[in-house]
C-alpha cells in the first residue's frame, strides 16, 4: 500500500502544481463550447475520488467476495481514447476559486484514505469488485489505482487547457 499511497501524493503534487498559480479566471476559462476549464476538470476529480471512496465503504461490507481479474487499467492515462465521464462524476459547470478547490481536492483525499485506512486488511480491496464505465468489472484495488492515473490523464488535459487559456 505504501507504493500506492506515494502514487497517490505524487500524482497529487503534480495537479496542485498545475493549478496553483492560475487565476481564478484562468481557472474557470472553458477553452470551447464543449471543453471543460479547468476547473470542471478538478470538481470532476473531487466527485470521482469521492465517489470511489463511498464505493469502496459500502463494497467492503458486503459478505459476499466477488473477485475478478486485473484489467489494463494503464490504458486510462492514454488521452488518445476519449471517454464521456458518466454523470454521477461531471462537473457542475460552476465557478471555483483555486484555494476552494484546493481544499476540495484535499478533503475527497483525506476522506478517501481515511476509508482505506479503516480496513482492517488492505488485501479485501482485491477480494471486492465493481462495474467500472469504462474497464468493466475491476477489483476495488484497482478502483484506487486508477483514481492516481486518471488524475495523471487529467494534468495532461489541464496542461493542454492551460496552453489555451494563456492565448485567451
Same mark, same amino acid.
Given at each position: !500500500?505504501n507504493?500506492l /499511497? &506515494?502514487n497517490?501524493?505524487?500524482?497529487?503534487?503534480?495537479?496542485?502544481?498545475?493549478?496553483?498559480?492560475?487565476?481564478?479566471?484562468? #481557472?474557470?476559462?472553458?477553452?470551447?463550447?464543449?471543453?471543460w476549464?479547468?476547473? @470542471?476538470?478538478? +470538481?470532476h476529480?473531487?466527485?470521482?475520488?469521492?465517489r470511489?471512496?463511498?464505493?469502496?465503504?459500502?463494497?467492503?461490507?458486503?459478505?459476499?467476495i466477488?473477485? *475478478? @481479474?486485473?484489467?489494463?487499467?494503464?490504458?486510462?492515462?492514454d488521452?488518445? *481514447?476519449?471517454?464521456?465521464?458518466?454523470?454521477?462524476?461531471?462537473?457542475?459547470?460552476?465557478? #471555483?476559486?483555486?484555494?476552494?478547490m $484546493?481544499? !476540495?481536492l /484535499?478533503?475527497?483525499? /483525506?476522506? $478517501?484514505?481515511?476509508?482505506?485506512? %479503516?480496513l482492517e486488511?488492505? %488485501?479485501?480491496?482485491?477480494?471486492?469488485?465493481?462495474t467500472h464505465?469504462? #474497464?468493466? @468489472?475491476?477489483?476495488? %484495488?484497482?478502483?484506487? @489505482? $486508477?483514481?492516481y492515473l486518471? &488524475?495523471?490523464? +487529467?494534468? &495532461?488535459?489541464i496542461k493542454?487547457?492551460?496552453q $489555451?487559456?494563456?492565448?485567451?
Open positions: !500500500m507504493t /499511497n &506515494e497517490l501524493a505524487v500524482t497529487r503534487n503534480h495537479l496542485v502544481d498545475e493549478i496553483k498559480s492560475l487565476t481564478n479566471e484562468e #481557472f474557470n476559462h472553458k477553452p470551447g463550447k464543449d471543453k476549464s479547468v476547473a @470542471e476538470v478538478c +470538481h476529480l473531487v466527485l470521482l475520488e469521492g470511489t471512496a463511498k464505493l469502496i465503504q459500502h463494497l467492503v461490507k458486503q459478505p459476499e466477488t473477485k *475478478t @481479474e486485473l484489467k489494463p487499467i494503464q490504458l486510462a492515462t488521452r488518445s *481514447t476519449k471517454y464521456s465521464a458518466p454523470e454521477i462524476v461531471q462537473p457542475s459547470g460552476e465557478p #471555483f476559486e483555486v484555494q476552494q $484546493l481544499e !476540495m /484535499n478533503d475527497a483525499r /483525506n476522506k $478517501l484514505l481515511k476509508v482505506l485506512d %479503516s486488511n488492505q %488485501s479485501i480491496l482485491a477480494e471486492r469488485s465493481a464505465p469504462a #474497464f468493466g @468489472e475491476l477489483p476495488l %484495488s484497482q478502483w484506487v @489505482e $486508477l483514481i486518471h &488524475e495523471q490523464r +487529467h494534468i &495532461e488535459q493542454e487547457i492551460k $489555451l487559456v494563456s492565448r485567451y
